[in-house]
């Protein structure tokens, strides 16, 4: 099914198809020919060494970075054509996200969730994602784990897929 338009067994769609993905750095070879699709509710991940394509792929698949061949297909919109309509219905957390030292969990959010036209209740996200003991009264996004609020933050707009590397296991079937 990867990549080929057409259902799975089960007759579902997939959400994301990558045919021959190909993107070069000058001489270096970052992605070279790379196809996958993912359905509606499968939870995806791409693992692989350092070096290996993986975030260059996810900005390829989230029009944030041009690939130099191949087909991508988000929810049926092309990433780089149809960037604007995308951004407003899929959230991603590359591996670099930072937030201040000091900013609560809801400030998190409620930041997060401007950049949205239609964004989901900050409130009842920190609910659906079990991060109740980072609450607004009860923590800043630093600590020990700091990451699940800054990863949290691609799902503000209550997207239909959630392509962003570092996602919390345990939160998986409430995203």
């Known amino acids: 099914m990867a990549g080929d338009g057409r259902a799975g067994e089960d007759g579902r769609m ?6 021959g993905l190909h993107k070069e ?3 270096t070879v970052a992605v070279d020919d790379v196809s996958f699709g993912v359905e509606a509710g499968e939870i995806f991940g791409i693992l692989g060494p350092n070096g290996a394509g993986k975030t260059t792929t996810v900005e ?6 041009r690939p130099d061949r191949g087909r991508i ?4 919109l092309d990433p780089q054509r149809d960037h604007d309509e995308l951004r407003e219905q899929v959230g991603v957390q590359l591996q670099d996200g930072q937030l201040p030292d000091k900013i609560r969990v809801h400030e998190a959010l409620e930041l997060y969730a401007s950049f949205y036209p239609h ?3 900050a409130g009842e996200l920190i609910t659906r994602l079990g991060l109740g003991d980072r609450s607004p009264s009860s923590g800043s996004t630093t ?3 700091p990451w699940p609020s800054a990863s949290s933050g691609a ?5 239909p897929t959630d392509p ?3 996602h919390r296991p345990a939160a998986a079937p409430r995203v």
Do not use: M, N, Q
């Open 60 to 65: 390829c698949v989230t029009g944030l970075r």
């Open 14 to 19: 997939p959400v994301i198809e990558v045919t």
């Open 164 to 166: 962003h590397p570092g």
């Open 155 to 159: 799902c503000c707009h209550g997207p």
């Open 73 to 76: 297909s988000v929810l049926g």
């Open 119 to 121: 964004p989901v209740d």
């Open 143 to 145: 600590g020990p784990r």
């Open 25 to 27: 750095y000058g001489p």
